[in-house]
T-cell receptor, first 112, second 116 residues
């Protein structure tokens, strides 16, 4: 099945740094979602985007729905230790609209 | 409001044994899903349901069966477990009826299954 291309695959940063990651697709999506998964837990929805060009924030997190509808970006400002985990993007289409297509994940590690 | 719950949290099976994983949601969601997550493979959809009494195959349905007899519950069955089914299984639900919000899936905490 199709998976979205998510980059980078992993990031090693120091506390306080800003983080950027992105997700790209060969197909157009009507919805972009960003999830975070802590070790041993299920994914948790962070941000949902519904319009091309939309920029939405949730605390220190900001996500954008790309103008082409084929990409999305997630930024985390001033990272803290609890930001550690795996971040997944997901795209939803109005065709076959009950399913999501997931990215391969970006693993974020904070170096002490 | 418990959200999505999964039972059991951990299970070890021997090859050939059967088991049922239970997922329950209290958000009145129409859609429910079963995924498996393996290292380096991301989330892969096994089966899903768009309403009570309906089920459909996902990306990796072989070796699994599902049932949705009640709107709030979605069962995943393994009739004859194989070592290749060792994985972490996640249930998710979405789409409160009467809203247009179909795509926001909410996940349970997972079931860690080992087949020896």
């Amino acid at each position: 099945g199709q998976q979205l291309n998510q980059s980078p695959q992993s990031m090693f940063i120091q506390e306080g740094e800003d983080v950027s990651m992105n997700c790209t697709s060969s197909s157009i999506f009507n919805t972009w979602l960003w999830y975070k998964q802590d070790p041993g837990e299920g994914p948790v929805l962070l941000i949902a985007l519904y319009k091309a060009g939309e920029l939405t924030s949730n605390g220190r997190l900001t996500a954008q729905f790309g103008i082409t509808r084929k990409d999305s970006f997630l930024n985390i400002s001033a990272s803290i230790p609890s930001d550690v985990g795996i971040y997944f993007c997901a795209g939803g289409s109005n065709f076959g609209n009950e399913k999501l297509t997931f990215g391969t994940g970006t693993r974020l590690t904070i170096i002490p | 409001n418990a959200g999505v719950t999964q039972t059991p949290k951990f299970r070890v099976l021997k090859t050939g044994q059967s088991m049922t994983l239970l997922c329950a949601q209290d958000m009145n969601h129409e859609y429910m899903y079963w995924y498996r997550q393996d290292p380096g493979m991301g989330l892969r959809l096994i089966h899903y349901s768009v309403g009570e009494g309906t089920t459909a195959k996902g990306e990796v349905p072989d070796g699994y069966n599902v049932s949705r007899l009640k709107k709030q519950n979605f069962l995943l069955g393994l009739e004859s477990a194989a070592p290749s089914q060792t994985s972490v299984y996640f249930c998710a639900s979405s789409y409160p009826l009467g809203t247009g919000i179909r795509h926001e899936q909410y996940f349970g905490p997972g079931t860690r299954l080992t087949v020896t």
